[in-house]
């Protein structure tokens, strides 16, 4: 982290600001819907939404800054979890919807202080531009993540190829991995399809699935797939898979956010390949990106 950087932002500090964590039954919550519902460039319910994802009850929803020990400000909305990264547990804080009134924005800067004091691996997708420049004055590691929208037709199915859905409980009892276990335990909260994919009749070659079926521009079901235990396994039969799906969720329109490298997608006519920003602070060694505990589950 650029501490000279740092140090010249808390001599910015002024006496009547200040920041407090929020927690999901805060007396100040009523305070930041209200003051979320003022911005109107946000997506104020989808905002709403995101900040009920919990996976730490006992850490903040978000930051706010207030002015005058009265009036919030500003907020800086997170997400705490403990996650399992190549064996080891490691505290994380996905960091979204930063925002503060125009006039204030040069006090922003203390939203974040409380989360970067903790050491702990911190990462955000896709901020607005002006924030990116702070990101990397924070010395914020730049990544890139992609995903692919894909028109998907029928296509043979081999009998090789099973399902099962998260009601069953074999998924989770025997045949996952100590970390899928853990993700499917953390997310079995949230509404979204837990699911297993199995090959030749063993279970234990199989592919672990995290996805939401969602509506696009009001009418358009599109199968939104956010985590894959093996994205080599799921693009050499990804073809098969997706006529499964397709079967199942009846949509023939798929979104697949599982790379940090572009050239792992294959591409078609019927494919379109999207480039988004990705910033880590701290991040563990080989770390593989996905898109769990983040907004992007919600």
């Known amino acids: ?34 003051f979320l519902k003022k911005q109107i460039f946000l997506n104020t319910n ?27 400000v500003g907020f800086l909305g997170t997400i705490f979890s403990k996650r399992s990264i190549n064996e080891m547990t490691v505290d994380h804080c996905y960091l979204h919807s930063w925002v503060v009134f125009e006039r204030y924005r040069l006090q922003a800067f203390r939203l974040i202080l409380p989360i970067l004091n903790k ?20 010395e914020f590691e ?7 929208l894909i028109l998907s037709f029928p296509f043979f199915n081999l009998e ?5 859905q998260n009601e069953n409980a074999d998924i989770s009892q025997e045949y ?11 997310h079995n909260f949230i509404n979204m399809e837990k699911m297993m994919i199995y090959f030749d009749g063993n279970k234990k070659n199989n592919i672990f699935i995290l996805a939401k079926k969602k509506i696009k521009f009001k009418f358009i079901p599109i199968f939104e797939i956010i985590y894959i235990s093996n994205p080599n396994k799921f693009k050499h039969y990804e073809k098969e ?15 697949i956010n599982y790379s940090n490298n572009e050239k792992f997608f294959s591409k078609n006519l019927f494919t379109r390949i999207t480039k988004k920003n990705v910033y880590y602070l701290n991040k563990p060694k080989d770390f593989n990106f996905d898109v769990l505990y983040s907004e992007l589950i919600g």
């Open 160 to 164: 090789k190829i099973k399902i099962i």
């Open 46 to 72: 989808e905002v709403l939404s995101i900040i009920k994802i919990s996976f730490l009850k006992k850490q903040p929803i978000g930051y706010i800054l207030i002015k005058n020990e009265k009036d919030i």
């Open 142 to 148: 730049e990544d890139h993540f992609y995903s692919k």
């Open 176 to 186: 996952l991995s100590s970390q899928d276990k853990k993700i499917l335990d953390d």
């Open 1 to 34: 982290m650029n501490k000279n950087f740092l140090n010249k932002l808390v001599n910015k500090k002024e006496k009547n600001f200040k920041v407090q964590p929020i927690f999901i039954n805060d007396i100040n919550k009523f305070g930041l819907d209200n």
């Open 241 to 255: 898979i997706n006529f499964i799906l397709m079967k199942k969720f009846k949509t023939i329109l798929f979104k």
């Open 119 to 138: 050491n702990i691996f911190i990462s955000t997708y896709s901020p607005i531009k002006s924030l990116e420049g702070l990101y990397k004055k924070l």
